[in-house]
T-cell receptor, first 112, second 115 residues
Framework: AQSVTQLDSQVPVFEEAPVELRCNYS??????LFWYVQYPNQGLQLLLKYLSGSTLVESINGFEAEFNKSQTSFHLRKPSVHISDTAEYFCAVSYNDYKLSFGAGTTVTVRA | DAGVIQSPRHEVTEMGQEVTLRCKPI?????LFWYRQTMMRGLELLIY????????DSGMPEDRFSAKMPNASFSTLKIQPSEPRDSAVYFC???FGGGGGNTIYFGEGSWLTVV
């Protein structure tokens, strides 16, 4: 069965500091990888995704994630966070079908 | 463009009552999903429709739960009778295509509390 492990459940960080959210998945076969963000009291929104090609993918608001096949990882990073980045972040993986397996989520709290 | 629209946003109901959650997917999308989010179990896929046909309902917890998609622009998730353990956020989501790389778009959720 597919599984996604987000290694940190809570990440407190100061404003303008860097942040890294770790994600590992269980299989080394071809995968599609996603990061979704959930702001308080809202639904999930796609942040970025990896389908193929360049292993480094970026979002429009400064996040990036790197696909590492050998380590089966897809860690999310941002060099300088803002208060507005406070949210829960979900890593997800799918294979060649509709099923999207989500990690347990990482809550990022940005403090001034 | 309108996203996935869910109603009600919040519902508080008494144990034993029937609950109906509604969803309008994004126009043109042919895949529809119902997810449930709880603190204990995280995000769980309840049911997946493709072209209005239920493809995978293996995540539906028990017979008290049912889902329908009578047409491409409407789906319902019904709980009858409801129980306190059904308290959760229920998300409807849609995508174009059912393949693995498609982006799934989520609604804002229906926050259900059963007392």
């Amino acid at each position: 069965a597919q599984s996604v492990t987000q290694l940190d459940s809570q990440v407190p960080v100061f404003e303008e500091a860097p942040v890294e959210l770790r994600c590992n998945y269980s299989s080394s076969v071809s995968v599609y990888l996603f990061w979704y963000v959930q702001y308080p009291n809202q639904g999930l929104q796609l942040l970025l995704k990896y389908l193929s090609g360049s292993t480094l993918v970026e979002s429009i608001n400064g996040f990036e994630a790197e696909f590492n096949k050998s380590q089966t990882s897809f860690h999310l990073r941002k060099p300088s966070v803002h208060i507005s980045d406070t949210a829960e972040y979900f890593c997800a993986v799918s294979y060649n079908d509709y099923k999207l397996s989500f990690g347990a989520g990482t809550t990022v709290t940005v403090r001034a | 463009d309108a996203g996935v629209i869910q109603s009600p946003r919040h519902e508080v109901t008494e144990m034993g009552q029937e609950v109906t959650l509604r969803c309008k997917p994004i126009s043109g999308h042919n895949s529809l999903f119902w997810y449930r989010q709880t603190m204990m179990r995280g995000l769980e896929l309840l049911i997946y429709f493709n072209n209005n046909v239920p493809i995978d309902d293996s995540g539906m917890p028990e017979d008290r739960f049912s889902a329908k998609m009578p047409n491409a622009s409407f789906s319902t998730l019904k709980i009858q009778p409801s129980e306190p353990r059904d308290s959760a956020v229920y998300f409807c989501a849609s995508s174009f295509g059912g393949g693995g790389g498609n982006t799934i778009y989520f609604g804002e959720g229906s926050w259900l509390t059963v007392v």
